[in-house]
């Protein structure tokens, strides 16, 4: 098969698998927020174990793991924050700006909550690991949190426009030293700064 | 209705509500996972899409929030990290020691992976801030993080059993100092220590 058949096959799958995941994601809002009675609940988990059934026929025995496609693209699916076919992702649409700033906008929902109508803090520092992790990220090769510190200013908001957005402050040799930070449209919510280690081998 | 009806009725939503997440988060694990064909992921989406329909019928319109029962306990079913109801959360069981220590004990599945076949960083983060919030916690009195730092000894494996812990070291007016880890059988895997306020009124 050649490269290009199977980049043209990783864009299928992704037409198969990345609706499955989004129509996932409407029902994990709608576990939190549904006030069914219990009989419409027995029915809509009855639907819900079949198609896990139907699904779970022919499945990987383990995580998905880190693909690389042949034109060097890394796909990890089942990423928790940017994963595709990860409903526990938002997913968040990472950006690499060509100075080096990379930024993601996302709005985040009732599963994501911590104090009332907020989002969890560690899901802010979910979210800003991965950010601040990207910055150093390179293709096929695994970047390791060291340390990350994260300073809360105020609380963030669910429903809300967010931006989570991140750069390099400098390098010493296997350790990226960054820096970023969630905003919403009146400021910064959440700053922090982390040591990403890139394994040599 | 008396107090104790209210309790019961908690108790009856849990046993409704607590099955329906814990099939999302089975399906959750699927979407990951699965190798099904386009025609049976496409009728395994249409059976979920028809669940959500029904669940979509009475929902309430935002996030779940925070209760307080009559007996004083706090109900979280939304919570990112302990939500009953929320299948992005594991969900973590906390348990409270008499002598302030806080633990919880888990296994991580392939919802919550970052580099392959371990968990994200960004995930050791998020238990981390809410166990070691949880030192804090008092009963219908939120407590939000002011600063978090975590340090990453070694990857965390998914698929195999870990131990959060934490504990106070000290406090200063509303700011509990709290220290804790994830620990696997081999030891610490990442160490956390935080800052959290509890706001006055």
Redesign the interface.
Known sequence: MSDEMLCIDYRRLES??G???Q??R???D?????????E??A???A??????D?????????????QVTPDGQTIA?????I?L????APPLVIHHEPDGLVWSEFTL?????????HA????S??????VL?ATAHKLDR?V?????????RR?TA??RPLRAEAHIERTEGVKTFSVGHIADEDGVTVAAEGIFISPKT
Chains 1, 2 share one sequence.
């Open positions: 198969v698998y609706p499955l995941a129509s996932i409407r029902l994990v709608l576990s939190i927020r549904t006030e069914a009675d219990p419409t609940v029915s809509a988990k639907k819900i174990d079949s198609a896990a139907e699904l779970s026929a022919s499945a990987r025995p383990g995580p998905f793991g880190v699916w089942g990423n928790a924050v994963g076919r990860n409903p526990v929902g009732a599963a994501y909550e911590g104090p009332p109508d969890h803090g560690g899901v520092a979910l979210i800003l690991d991965h992790g695994p390791y949190t060291g340390t990350l510190t994260l300073r809360y609380r669910l429903g």
